[in-house]
């Protein structure tokens, strides 16, 4: 029987190697801690605001949502179309069943 104790590490090695080799890991980072960074923005202004420093809180908070608006903007455009063309469908078929 082989030892099996240290396969974690060496299998944690290779996929870090492999990333790296395909040229996926920047890109990987990049995006990871550019929505990690405003999510920890809202999570510390959140923090400031129950702490008692709501000035403060209320400020990062704010940047930090602008920021995560910025990011997640690839995401919130389409959401927001879909969202409207349904409403504009409810409010069409809401018209049909009124009778003035």
Not at 68 to 76: D, P, Q
């Amino acid at each position: 029987m082989q030892n099996r104790k240290g396969n974690g590490l060496a299998i944690a090695l290779i996929v870090i190697g492999a990333v790296m080799l395909l040229g996926v890991l920047p890109h990987l980072i990049h995006g990871i801690f550019g929505i990690l960074f405003p999510v920890l923005l809202v999570a510390l202004g959140y923090y400031g605001i129950k702490s008692g420093r709501k000035i403060i809180g209320w400020i990062v908070l704010f940047i930090g949502v602008m920021a995560l608006i910025s990011k997640l903007s690839w995401i919130i455009g389409p959401l927001l179309g879909v969202a409207l063309v349904v409403w504009g469908i409810s409010v069409l078929k809401g018209r049909r069943g009124r009778t003035y």
